[in-house]
């Protein structure tokens, strides 16, 4: 009879693992991110605004307003005015109590700062030929009011109830068409003997002076506002314009 052994066979040792041959590690590009770029009126101000004097932050208000208006017009919202200026919407209203009081210091700033109080004594200089006043006060006068934001406010605000339009164009006639109406008057007394029709300046005669007002300024809106190209010399074009009105007018009868 066969004895069982009391051995139990050897297992076998477990093969030895090859030891796993590191790959070198492949660097990934890095994904380039785009650069944020701040709008030009925000980020690189923004500190410096919040350090300004309170006087030089109404400056930055008025400024920016100005462009912003003859952009958008007056329809443009003061939110949109505050994100371009880089402040909050609130700290506008600290420095002007409401949108009309800023529309107000805008008219105040483009229209009555530009007219020079010396205008209707050069219009009524007797010491001078009609003429020659007249073409120094356009000459003088285009070079302030012939700017972007001038004439696409005075446009804009002609379509709103802010009235600046109008209130300018009284001034125009109160300092400038009334008194040219009366040396217009004077000089054809002068040469013809031509009495006034009556002490009252007539619509006829004013009309005749906005229309040489209008022919101007239409230089600056086909400039400004349907972005077509103006006189290479406009100088001379604005010359060319009083001489024909005021020999037209003062021709013999």
Request: proline share 7%; hydrophobic share 40%.
């Amino acid at each position: 009879m066969l004895r069982r052994s009391s051995q139990r066979p050897a297992k076998a040792a477990p093969a030895k693992a090859k030891p796993a041959t590191a790959k070198p590690a492949t660097a990934k590009p890095a994904k380039a991110r785009p650069a944020k770029v701040a709008p030009a009126t925000q980020a690189a101000t923004a500190t410096g605004r919040k350090n300004m004097k309170a006087a030089e932050r109404e400056r930055v208000i008025l400024d920016t307003a100005i462009r912003f208006f003859a952009e958008h017009g007056f329809e443009g919202q003061t939110r949109e005015l505050a994100k371009r200026i880089g402040i909050t919407h609130s700290a506008i209203y600290r420095h002007f109590p409401s949108k009309e009081a800023l529309i107000e210091r805008v008219y105040e700033h483009v229209y009555v700062s530009r007219w020079n109080p010396g205008w209707t004594g050069l219009v009524t200089d007797p010491s001078r030929p009609l003429e020659d006043r007249l073409v120094q006060f356009y000459l003088e006068y285009a070079a302030r009011i012939f700017d972007y934001d001038w004439v696409r406010i005075f446009v804009f605000s002609g379509f709103r109830s802010y009235n600046i339009t109008g209130r300018y164009l009284a001034m125009v006639r109160r300092k400038l068409v009334l008194p040219v109406c009366k040396e217009l008057r004077e000089e054809l007394h002068k040469r013809y003997g031509i009495a006034p029709p009556g002490p009252r300046i007539s619509e006829r005669e004013e009309e005749a002076v906005w229309g040489l007002h209008g022919q101007i300024f239409y230089i600056a809106i086909r400039r400004f506002v349907y972005d077509v190209p103006g006189p290479s010399n406009l100088d001379q074009v604005i010359t060319d314009h009083v001489r024909r009105f005021v020999r037209g007018t003062l021709a013999q009868p």
